[in-house]
Structure formats: C-alpha cells, structure tokens
C-alpha cells in the first residue's frame, strides 16, 4: 500500500514542478507534509532535508557566490579578457569559453550568468554584436563548466550526499573533471562552428533604440485603435518607403525599422526626427520588426516604438494612434509620459516577486514604476496583466526613474537589463572575495575536512571582510532550490524504504533481459537528460540515485559510473528555457524564443549523450 501511496505523491509532485502550477516551495512543502501524514515517514526523516550536508552546502556556495557577485570580480576578468578579442564574435567566444567554465566550475551557475548578462549586452553594444549570437552559449557555458566539481552544481553536491548516505565513499572535489573537461571541449567546439548559423540575429527590445548616449529617445507603447488611419496598411508599407514616410539608412543594421522622416523647418532647413519601430503585439503574440513585414496592421494592435517626445507626439497626431495603458499595481490609466526611463527586468530564481499577482507587488505606490508589458517564454501578455502570477524567468517591461527602478531591483532580486546601472561594487574587496574562494577550493582539494563546512567557512568570511552584508547574504539563498532539496531528498529516503527503488529496478532487469550495463548506462542518461528538460535537475537526480544505486547490486557493477551518467545528464538541460535557471535569465535579454533552444539544444544534446556513453565507461570502469 505504502508504494502506492509514495507512487501517487512521486505523480503529482511530478506534474506540480512541470506545470508550476504552484511556487516551487509551496510543492516541496506538500510533499514533505504527505510523506507524514501518510505514515510513509517519520516526521524526522521526513525533515532531514533541511538538515542535509548537501542544502547546507548549496546554501553556503549561494553566499559564497554573492560574495563574488557583490564584488564584481567576474566582471572585471572578463571586460580585461574581451579586450583581446578585438571585436570577433569568435573571439569573444573562444574567450567567454574560457573564462565562464571557470567561473561556473566552483561558483554557483545562476549568479554567473546573472553577473554576466550586463557585461556581454554592453560588450555587444561595444562590438556591435548581436546578443542573441552570445546569451545562450553564456548559459550553455556555464552549465557544463559546473559539471567538471563537485562544487560546480548543486546536482553534484547532491548525488554525492546521497551516495555517501547510502554507504558509498562519495566524489573528491575533481573527480567530476575529465568528462566534465570533455563536455566543455564540444560544447565550446560546436558553438564555435554553429552558433553564429543556429542562433537568431535578434536584440532585446532596450538595446534597439539606437544611440543609448541619445538621452531624448525614449521607448512606449501605441495602440491602434478605430479611428486610426494606420488600419490596413502593411506594415512593410507604413514603417518602409512611401509617399508619406520614407525609410532612412539604418543606423545599426537591418532589422531597425524607422517611420517617417518627420520634418520640421526652421528657416527653410530641415531637420529629421525618426520613430522606429520595436516590436508589434497582436493578441499575445509578439512580432519582432523584421518579423511583421507581411503582417496588415488590424485594430487593437500594439506597437512598442522608440523615438523622442517631439516625434512620437507627430507621429500619434498624422496616425490618429494613442498611447497605450499602463498598469498602476491593480489600475491600468493612460500613459500620461514616455520621458522616463523604460527597461526590461528579469524575474530572476529566489525573487521574491516569485508566485506574485503584479498587481501585488505594489510597484507605483513604492516605487513610483508603471508596467508595460511581461514576456513569458517568447509571449507577450497585456491582457490580465495584473492578475498574472510571476514566474522565475518572466520579462517585466518597466517605466520609471532610475532611483526606483535600481531600488526595485534590488529589494525584488530582479534583473534590470538596460538603462540602470549596477547597485554594484565593492570593487576594493574583489582579491578578499577570490581569496576566500581559492581558500575553499585548495582546503577541498588538498585536505579531508568535509566539503560543507569549508563552505560555511568561506561564507562567515565572506561576511566578515565585509564583501557581503548579512542582509545580502540572506537574499542571495536561493529560496526556491534550498526548499526542492528540502523537500526532495525525503523522497529518495522514501523510495529506499518503501521498496520501490529495488521494484523499479527488478522491472529493469525483466525488460531488459542480459543487455550490458552499458545499455543501462547510456539508458540512464539520455532519460535522465531527457526528463531534466522539464523538471528542475535536482528532482530528477533524487528520483533516479536510489535506482541507480540498486540497478548497480543487481547488475554487480560499480554504482559509480551510472551516478556519473545521471550527474552529467541532469546538468544537459540544452533544449529548453525552464529546464535550467540559466537558460530561463537570458530567454528575455536575448529575445529567443522556444524554437531557438530546440535548434542549438538538441544537436548538443545528442553530442554529450554520444560522448557520456563512449567515456563513462573509459573513466569509472563498470
């Protein structure tokens, strides 16, 4: 009865973390709850994921890593570094290539990217880059340099916990680093040979408005609606050459689409002002301005347009457009200005704006800030604005003053792409900030202390030198990964216990008759690759240890090799934007969409499941 039971809790807390129906802590709260109530567990083992070696660890590498993070240190390696590449997309590359593994290899992968999305939009502007061709191999970068230690990821401190619980001797702090230097080798190799092909030429929306030193041009929203005159025009004639507007050379490349040279004369001499066109909204499709070329512009469409006041105002007037609604916490009122700064800013893991209605996140009455517009996974949405609960990833579209705007960024962990800059640095602790992380990692390497308190060790220092305050220390915990640990690690001691592991492990066995364990191996994987897509890489590794480790008594086989293979696979989440934290922060600043994963994910995907099956056994012999 009790397999059953666990059965049926393993099913819906399966579909809750998929659908996200509920916030993540909210799912790892109820499962921990029924394995109570049901007589599955104890309450103590019910609640020894709060205990675990393996989320004190995570925890301590959260604040070792805002450490990093407040300090600036990545930053600074990596601006000096860009130096080099003189401008080529390859380079640039071949650099970040480098320089993110590192990083991410004994930092916490989310902090890294968050620290790297400013950096690679302003060295994008730098070298006119698009930087659509560099955010996703930033994210890709940062996940398979997290594979090469054990401190690389928090699926890695995981699995070893788990097997050390099971009696196993665990993983030393590089035994991870052979394959994990191999996935670095083809992931940098065919992101080399095929990003620039696979990848979009798009920018986001903060970046297209031209010159960003140009402070009188300013991003809103036009509506269209039945008394307008633009109403079945094709866009390519409205915002291309015509009689009454005229396309202008384009200033950055050819994806900028600019409406009317409004002139005005002032003594006979002429001088031009340009509106240009960003992206148009059509139900909750959003048509980038190189994709709205065939579209006929209907009533009701939005069009999200850059442009100065004077412009804009000449531009609503010979159009008979208006400007569109903004959302005031629960009130939508017309836009009564766009001379404030307009920026997109990302919900990131661990805000507190997580599972939020926007309506209640109170941004005009504290912070004087109107929204625009989300973007959820390549969507737009402005109808149901407020009522719409926030995700990890979603793109709010802000207007407001800078000071508000840096205030809400800091007290929502939100991720402010353009237009404000950093709360950032204490740029004089950045050496105690990395000397504190290389301590940590020689003491790993070079000693038997315990990998957690190491880690603890360095987070107290981290907060002693004043690199981190406590308060910035506390924001910087993941709420939402402390809490899936929490809540999923009592599940795995539930499958010991009820029997199910060694159940699902015997179906196995029958099915698979006297395949090799190579079979199993690469089966393992790919499965696990496959399922991490969709739910968060510690909940599949939780869900497949206990099976590994009795697949591996039954086979007669070394339990080593099948956890390496569930390790690699639920850090190669390539072909989705939720699979992976990464890879849901820079779907908003590179303006991808979820066709752009498939086409670079799935190859790469293929590529390490091929490389994991041939090498696993070569490194931990079966």
């Known amino acids: 009865m009790e397999i059953y039971l666990l059965l049926l809790i393993l099913l819906v807390a399966t579909v809750l973390y998929i659908t996200r129906w509920l916030a993540t802590e909210i799912t790892a709260a109820l499962t921990i709850a029924s394995l109570v109530l049901t007589g599955i567990l104890s309450t103590e083992e019910a609640l020894s994921g709060f205990a675990s070696t393996a ?63 400013p950096v690679i939009l302003s060295l994008s502007r730098r070298f006119d880059v698009r930087p659509s061709k560099l955010l996703i191999p930033v994210s890709y970068f940062a996940v398979v340099g997290g594979t090469t230690t054990l401190l690389g990821t928090s699926t890695n401190i995981l699995i070893d916990d788990l097997y050390r619980k099971a009696g196993g001797p665990g993983f030393t702090l590089f035994e991870f680093g052979p394959l994990g230097l191999v996935f670095i080798g083809l992931c940098g190799l065919f992101i080399l040979l095929f990003s620039q092909k696979l990848l979009p030429d798009r920018a986001p929306l903060a970046s297209l ?161 109107k929204v625009l517009g989300l973007q959820r996974r390549g969507g737009h949405r402005r109808l149901g604005l407020a009522a719409t609960r926030l995700e990890s990833g979603d793109v709010l579209l802000l207007q407001g003053a800078a000071r508000g705007l840096q205030q809400a960024s800091d007290s929502l ?15 004089a602790k950045n050496r105690i900030a990395l000397l504190i992380m290389l301590a940590v990692v020689l003491l790993a390497a070079l000693t038997n202390l315990p990998i957690v308190i190491l880690a603890l060790g360095g987070a107290a220092m981290m907060i002693a030198t004043q690199c981190l305050r406590v308060d910035e220390a506390f ?83 070394s339990p080593t090799p099948l956890l390496m293979a569930i390790s690699f696979g639920a850090s190669a989440s390539f072909m989705t934007p939720m699979g992976y934290q990464t890879n849901a922060i820079v779907m908003g600043p590179g303006g991808y969409t979820f066709a752009d994963y498939l086409r670079v994910g799935v190859p790469l995907t293929i590529l390490t499941w091929l490389a994991a099956t041939i090498l696993i056994p070569i490194f931990w012999p079966l």
Not at 57 to 75: N, P, Q
Not at 413 to 427: D, K, P, W
């Open 475 to 557: 924001r910087s915990l993941d709420a939402a990964t402390l809490m899936l640990l929490a809540g999923t690690i009592p599940l795995g001691v539930a499958m010991r216990t009820t029997g199910l592991a060694e159940m699902a492990v015997d179906q196995l066995l029958s099915l698979a008759g006297n395949a090799s364990p190579v079979v199993f191996l690469s089966a393992f994987y790919l499965f696990t690759a496959l399922l991490t897509q969709l739910i968060s890489n510690n909940a599949v590794a939780v869900l497949l240890t206990p099976i590994a480790l009795s697949l591996a008594v039954g086979l007669g086989v």
């Open 55 to 117: 989320t004190l660890t995570v925890g301590a590498m959260f604040v070792l890593s805002g450490g990093l993070m407040r300090t600036g240190a990545l930053e600074m390696v990596t601006i000096q570094l860009a130096r080099f590449s003189e401008g080529s997309p390859i380079r640039l590359l071949l650099l970040l290539a480098v320089v993110i593994p590192v990083a991410s290899a004994f930092m916490n992968n989310t902090p890294v990217v968050v620290m790297m999305v």
């Open 209 to 369: 408005s031209g010159d960003r030193h140009q402070q009188s041009r300013f991003i809103t929203e036009i509506v269209l609606d039945e008394e307008s005159n633009l109403l079945g025009q094709a866009v390519s004639d409205v915002f291309g050459e015509s009689t009454k507007f005229v396309l202008p050379r384009p200033v950055t490349g050819r994806h900028h689409r600019r409406v009317g040279r409004l002139q005005r004369r002032d003594d006979d001499r002429p001088s031009e002002e340009t509106v240009e066109l960003l992206e148009l909204f059509r139900y909750e499709r959003i048509y980038r301005a190189e994709e709205g070329d065939s579209l006929v512009l209907q009533q009701g469409d939005a069009l999200l347009v850059s442009g100065t006041p004077s412009a804009i105002a000449q531009f609503l007037q010979k159009t008979a457009a208006r400007l569109a609604t903004a959302l005031e916490d629960d009130v939508r009122r017309p836009l009564d200005t766009f001379e404030q700064t307009v920026v997109e800013a990302v919900v990131l893991p661990g805000s507190p704006a997580t599972g939020q209605r926007v309506a209640g996140l109170g941004l005009h009455s504290t912070y004087d800030i």
């Open 413 to 427: 962990r939100m991720l402010v792409i353009e237009g404000v800059e950093g709360a950032i640095v204490r740029t």
